[in-house]
C-alpha cells in the first residue's frame, strides 16, 4: 500500500524534532553523558508525589471536569496573583492542559485562520513553527541576535507587522538560549502593539527559573496586554513534575472558552491524579522551586565560565536552564559538531539549527544536571575543542 498517498502531505513535510535525534543516540550508547534534555534532574518534591499517591489509595480515578478541577484553578490563579500581580477568574479564564504543549497547540488553532501571519522569534522552542503551519498560518521569522542577549527588540517587531499579522509568540524565558525580558523591554513591545489586533501568545514554563535580583515579569501584567495575550505556563520546569504532563492557559474568557471546546473533543480532561499532585504543587511548593532554582544558578555559572574558558563564547543566560555557546571556532556546523561530539567523547548536546536556521553555529547546552555530571562533561568537551581548534590550524 502506497501510504504516502494517503497521508498528509503538510504533516509528511514537517521535520522531526532536532532535540529528540541525539537524545535518541545518545541513548544507545554506552558511558554518554547527554546534556541535551531540558528535563530538571531533581525528584518531583515528596509532599507532590505523595498527593498524587494518596489519590490513587482513595479511589479517585474518574475524569475531571474539562477545565480541569475547580480547585486547581483557584490554586492556579492564586499563585499567578501572588507572584506575577495579575488577576484571573478560575471558573472562565483558566484551563488545565495536558501540558503547557497542549494549550500552545489549543491556543494557536484557535486564534489562526488560513493564511494569518505568526510572528515567531528565534532562535526558539522546536514546536512553534510547525504549529503554526498546522494550523493554516504562515510563520513569519524573527531573528534574535546575541548582541542583544536575543531579545526581540521593538524595532524588529515593528518592521515585521503586517496587515496579516494574527499572532506574536514571545518565548521568554527562552529556550534554547536562556534570555528574559525584562520589564522595559516588554514595555517597549507593547509600545509597539497598541494601536494594532495583534494577539500575543506568552510562552513562560520557565518563568520561576528566572535568576539575579528582578524576578519574571508577565507579558498580561503590562498596562493595556492582558486583554491581548494568553499565558502558557505549567509544572514540569518549576516543580520538576515533566512526566506528569500538566500545563495550563489563563486569558481572556472569549479565547479561553474556544480553547476549552477544542480541549473537550482532542482531550477532554487532563489526568485527575496530576491535577490533584499540582494542587499541594500551588499550595506549598514555593520552597521547592525556590530551592531547585539556587541550584540551578549555582550550575549556570559553572557552566557559563566553563565554556567561556574553552574559547566557546556564549552570553550569561538569565533564564530557564540552557547556554547557547558559539561553536563557529571550531570550524564545524552545528549538526556536524554535535554529531562529532558524541561519537568521539560521548557527551550529546543540541545543535542551535534545531531551535531555527539562525541557531547555526550555535549548540544547546543543558545544566539540569548535577555538578559532577556537569564537570565531566566539561572535560570531555575540552579535549573535543582541542582537537578539533587544533585541526583549523
Not at 489586533?197 to 535568576?211: A, H, P
Amino acid at each position: 500500500m502506497d501510504y504516502s498517498s494517503r497521508l498528509n502531505p503538510e504533516i509528511q513535510a514537517l521535520k522531526p524534532s532536532g532535540i529528540r535525534k541525539f537524545f535518541d543516540i545518545a541513548n544507545e550508547m554506552d558511558d554518554v553523558i547527554s546534556l541535551s534534555i531540558g528535563e530538571p534532574d531533581f525528584v518531583t518534591p515528596w509532599h507532590i508525589r505523595q498527593a498524587g499517591i494518596r489519590s490513587l489509595e482513595d479511589g479517585k480515578t474518574w475524569y475531571s471536569p474539562n477545565r480541569g478541577f475547580m480547585e486547581l484553578r483557584e490554586g492556579i490563579c492564586q499563585w499567578f496573583a501572588h507572584h506575577y500581580r495579575v488577576q484571573y477568574e478560575p471558573k472562565t479564564e483558566c484551563l488545565v492542559t495536558v501540558g503547557g504543549s497542549e494549550a500552545i497547540d489549543g491556543c494557536m488553532r484557535c486564534l489562526i485562520q488560513p493564511g494569518d501571519e505568526v510572528l515567531i522569534p528565534q532562535p526558539s522552542f522546536v514546536c512553534y513553527q510547525p504549529l503554526a503551519e498546522m494550523a493554516g498560518g504562515v510563520p513569519v521569522i524573527l531573528e534574535t541576535k546575541a548582541e542583544n542577549s536575543f531579545r526581540l527588540t521593538p524595532e524588529e517587531l515593528k518592521a515585521a507587522i503586517t496587515p496579516k499579522t494574527k499572532l506574536l509568540i514571545l518565548p521568554y524565558p527562552n529556550n534554547p538560549t536562556g534570555a528574559v525580558m525584562r520589564r522595559e523591554h516588554l514595555n517597549a513591545l507593547a509600545d509597539v502593539l497598541r494601536g494594532t489586533d495583534v494577539m500575543v501568545l506568552s510562552d513562560e514554563i520557565y518563568s520561576e527559573l528566572t535568576y539575579g535580583d528582578t524576578r519574571h515579569v508577565t507579558f498580561s501584567a503590562i498596562p493595556d496586554m492582558r486583554e491581548r495575550t494568553v499565558v502558557i505556563n505549567g509544572f514540569s520546569k518549576a516543580f520538576a513534575m515533566t512526566g506528569w504532563r500538566l500545563g495550563f492557559a489563563l486569558g481572556p474568557e472569549p479565547i479561553i472558552k474556544q480553547m476549552t471546546k477544542l480541549h473537550q473533543y482532542a482531550i477532554m480532561s487532563a489526568p485527575t491524579m496530576s491535577q490533584l499532585a499540582a494542587v499541594e504543587a500551588m499550595n506549598n511548593g514555593d520552597s521547592d522551586s525556590a530551592y531547585m532554582r539556587e541550584q540551578y544558578d549555582m550550575r549556570r555559572r559553572l557552566i557559563v565560565d566553563g565554556f567561556n574558558e574553552l574559547g566557546l563564547t556564549c552570553f550569561e543566560p538569565e533564564g530557564a536552564f540552557y547556554i547557547f555557546p558559539c561553536i563557529r571556532s571550531t570550524g564545524l556546523t552545528s549538526d556536524a559538531f554535535c554529531e562529532k561530539l558524541i561519537q568521539e567523547e560521548h557527551v550529546a548536546v543540541v545543535p542551535g539549527s534545531a531551535f531555527g536556521d539562525c541557531g547555526e553555529g550555535f549548540v544547546r547546552v543543558s545544566y539540569s544536571y548535577s555538578i559532577k555530571h556537569i564537570t565531566e562533561a566539561l572535560s570531555r568537551i575540552a579535549h573535543f575543542v582541542q582537537r578539533h581548534h587544533a585541526d583549523t590550524l
